[in-house]
């Protein structure tokens, strides 16, 4: 059974430039959450996509920006990268409908350095 | 808006012994649920616990049991004969019902000493 698979693992970039990361969720899931961690502290939510549709938006700036596939599979968009944009991007999926327990399922992450 | 509280940003254990480490969330929703994550240094977040928040039993897995408070808005993790291999940071998260989003705490790192 494969689990929630993200890519790349890690990657540098430079301020001004766009990044894009891509996550697959765990098989049979079909909404994906984007959360970014920053060093030291708790993941915040960025947004969250079901049906090829953002459902739900943290409070975050229109340069992140996401897209959902008809296999669920997801990106995640940043454009114009800041020096505080430099994180761990962590994808977790969940199964909206069904036995549903409330977990969410997540990868191990794409860390992100902006130079 | 939903906030989680860890404050304890580290805690150290020996191995072997119990530990337990402090949740507080605001909420004014009834139904919800509360889990705690572990994220070692692979930093894939792992599920360790989830609590409903309408049942009045405290959750349990193996060495790792929760205090749930609910009118307390409190949520504890107990963790007992601490293993090596339970060193990691701990995460809090909170999340309503259906369609909410997750909300974490800012983390305690567990050191186990051996």
């Known amino acids: 059974d494969a689990g929630v698979t993200q890519s790349p693992t890690h990657l540098i970039k430079t301020r001004g430039q766009q990044v894009t990361l891509r996550c697959s969720p765990k098989?049979?899931?079909?909404?994906v959450s984007w959360y970014q961690q920053a060093l030291g502290q708790g993941p915040q939510f960025i947004f969250q996509?079901?049906?090829?549709?953002?459902?739900q938006r943290g409070n975050f700036p229109d340069r992140f920006s996401g897209h959902q596939f008809p296999n669920y599979s997801s990106e995640l968009n940043v454009n114009a990268l800041l020096l505080g944009d430099s994180a761990l991007y962590l994808c977790?999926?969940?199964?909206?409908?069904?036995?549903?327990?409330?977990?969410?399922?997540f990868g191990e992450g794409s860390r992100l350095t902006v130079l | 808006a939903q906030t989680v509280t860890q404050s304890q940003p580290e805690m150290s254990v020996q191995e072997a012994e119990t530990v337990t480490l402090s949740c507080t969330y605001d909420?004014?929703?009834?139904?919800?649920?509360l889990f705690w994550y572990k994220q070692p240094p692979s930093r894939q977040m792992i599920l360790v616990i989830r609590q409903e928040a309408y049942k009045q039993q405290n959750a349990t897995e193996n060495r790792f049991s929760v205090n749930f408070q609910k009118a307390a808005k409190s949520f504890s993790l107990k963790i007992s004969d601490s293993q090596l291999g339970d060193a990691a940071m701990y995460f809090c998260a909170y999340r309503s019902a259906f369609w909410g989003d997750m909300r974490f705490g800012a983390g305690t790192r567990l050191t186990v000493k051996p």
């Open positions: 909420t004014s929703e009834s139904d919800y649920y």
């Open positions: 098989s049979g899931h079909d909404t």
């Open positions: 977790a999926s969940k199964l909206l409908s069904g036995s549903w327990t409330g977990e969410l399922f």
């Open positions: 996509y079901y049906e090829e549709e953002e459902r």
